[in-house]
């Protein structure tokens, strides 16, 4: 046993990533599942956190998570579930044993159990609501009753509160006698006798007041409360914008249903910030988990969009076939013109869409960005200009080529900052994703401007 376990430890001179998992720890865990040797398995668990755990599962194959799984058994608690990518979240849940997903469900607050539960199909959910205590069970139905991505599925039901008239040592000596507080909290919500939250008071201040100082004397300033149907993405802005900790939930009549949490605020932004990212890629929600069709079918819808606009290109370059075969340098030199001005585009786009997300570009500020970038791509297509121009004249020996060249440069790239601009405000505007389509709209407008302007100017100075 000893010597197996110490092929897991790292050398401390290795220069791998802190924070990802060793290869060796990877390796330790799947020759275990195919030795079926349940004790080295959970060594090797044991230094782990859940998060390294589920990373640990989601990276090896179907066949060696399954052995895995089978081989851990209750080891698997609700802390791994939570942690697991969405994508292969069901997958661990059918190999698991009722009995241990349903130990695995008791563990966690009821924020956690919904967020597994709401990417489940129905035979699986009804299985893990089976197994929760009655209380628990109605808390995650009434939960899931709200909109997907709303407050109501974000918040956690458990929520220490305290009447607004309670004192310091009202509230201290109410903790300390309750046996189910959160595993973790920030503040005591304090409401009204109509179950209404009308103030919060931070753990420090609690803990660091005297007993019969009024909570409400020690309320904080950033108190603020979000209705349950609201949707989460605006939830997380408001966290992230105001440094908000802790926020109550309320429904239809004011009252607290639950609370939202910095950490489940925190993962919403990097779920949209993650979003974002991919969809520029024209890949969508695509993880590395997905199969080789689920890749092939997330990503053929825009890799069509792509080649539709490319023929776009194709039949603007079609129209100028006399220019291109009397001056056969022009061939040579077009593939220069299409890069410079996909890059340039893809630049503002990519400064644009993200500030569209933070909320940073607005119709106060659209103007001057936009001819904050149309500045910026003309002065970038004069410097390429000047010299594209040289290397025309010297590479093919002609003034004409060198100053055709220099001038499509400096049109391509102003047209490129515009569109990198526009095209997402045009898009944010009629209700569609600037991640989504901004990319197959913006690089259509640069390949086919920059090649008219390229070949156009050419028919006319060099023929």
Known sequence: MNDQTETI????????????????????????????????????????????????????????????????????????????????????????????????????????????LEDLQDVQQEAVLEALDVVDRIAVEQALAYPEFSAGRLMQREVVIAP??????????????????????????????????????????????????????????????????????DIAYAFNQYHLITAPVIDENGRLVGVITIDDAMAVLDEEHEEDVLRLGGVGDESLSNSTLEIVKRRFPWLGVNLATAILASIVISLFEDVLQAVVALAVLMPIVASMGGNA??????????????????????FRVVRREAVAGLLNGVIFAVVMGIVGVIWFGSPMIGFVIAVAMIVNLLVAGLSGVLVPLALDKVGIDPALASGTFVTTVTDVVGFFAFLGLASVVLL
């Open 345 to 366: 585009g893809t630049q503002s786009m990519t400064v644009a869409v993200r500030a569209l997300a933070t909320r940073d570009l607005t119709g106060s500020n659209a």
């Open 9 to 116: 430890e790292q050398p401390e001179d290795e220069t791998e990533d802190d924070y990802a998992l060793r290869n060796r720890v990877v390796a330790a865990a799947i020759q275990a599942a195919n030795d079926g040797d349940r004790a080295l398995l959970l060594e090797v668990f044991e230094p782990l956190h859940p998060a390294d755990i589920a990373d640990l599962l989601e990276q090896v194959n179907v066949q060696e998570r399954t052995k895995i799984l089978q081989l851990a058994g209750d080891y698997i608690d609700g802390e791994i579930l939570s942690e697991i990518d969405e994508d292969i979240r069901n997958e661990v849940i059918e190999t698991l044993e009722p009995s241990v997903l349903a130990e695995a469900m008791r563990t966690l607050e009821s924020d956690d159990v919904v967020d597994i």
């Open 164 to 233: 607004e008239h309670w004192t310091v040592g009202d509230a201290i000596d109410h903790m300390r006698a309750q046996s189910d507080l959160p595993e973790q909290f920030y503040h005591v919500v304090l409401v009204d006798p109509r179950h209404r939250p009308t103030a919060y008071v931070t753990l420090g201040r609690l803990m660091s007041s005297r007993r019969e100082m009024p909570l409400q004397s020690i309320t904080e300033d950033s108190f603020r409360v979000f209705d349950a149907v609201e949707y989460e993405g």
